[in-house]
């Protein structure tokens, strides 16, 4: 099981280890099965912008009290937040920012796929994986979304 915290997992493979005290205190505040279902999309967002061509280092930091993901260092994209919320205790979700029209093209080229929450979020069932490869390439629309659209490679993730 991932450690949030230390950044290892039973196997013990390193993670990307939560920097801001912040941060790391709002998932120790998450129930064991949102805290799990958050670390993955923690672990996709980091590895999509890894894998993503110019969008570098991601910048960790809490939004309006949520864990929210930056491009900082390039510019290169939208935030996106992760939170789970005691009012909907069953779900968690993605956001995006509302001011762009990736959700409504989320919501175009993913139908069926996801519920969604107007033009803001992608919101998961806490007792179902989300499916990896759409989610991936939403993060990476994102992360590279004020890219010019032949720099906005598809990620590459093993």
């Not at 390193?14 to 998450?30: E, G, L, T, W």
């Not at 969008?55 to 900082?72: C, D, F, R, S």
């Not at 968690?92 to 107007?118: E, H, I, K, Q």
Request: proline share 9%.
């Amino acid at each position: 099981m991932p450690d949030p915290i230390a950044g290892t997992s039973s196997n013990r493979t390193p993670m990307h280890a939560i920097q801001d005290p912040a941060v790391a205190a709002k998932f120790a505040s998450y129930p064991p099965a949102a805290r799990r279902r958050l670390m993955a999309l923690r672990r996709w967002i980091l590895e999509t912008a890894a894998a993503s061509a110019g969008v570098g280092t991601i910048e960790e930091t809490l939004k309006w009290g949520e864990p929210a993901y930056l491009t900082t260092a390039s510019g290169s994209g939208s935030t996106i937040r992760i939170d789970w919320k005691k009012k909907h205790p069953d779900q968690y979700a993605m956001y995006f920012n509302c001011n762009t029209p990736l959700v409504d093209s989320f919501r175009t080229l993913f139908a069926g796929t996801f519920a969604f929450d107007g033009n803001r979020a992608l919101v998961f069932a806490l007792d179902q994986t989300p499916p990896r490869d759409a989610v991936v390439f939403c993060i990476a629309a994102a992360l590279t979304y004020h890219r010019p659209p032949a720099k906005r490679a598809a990620p590459r993730i093993d």
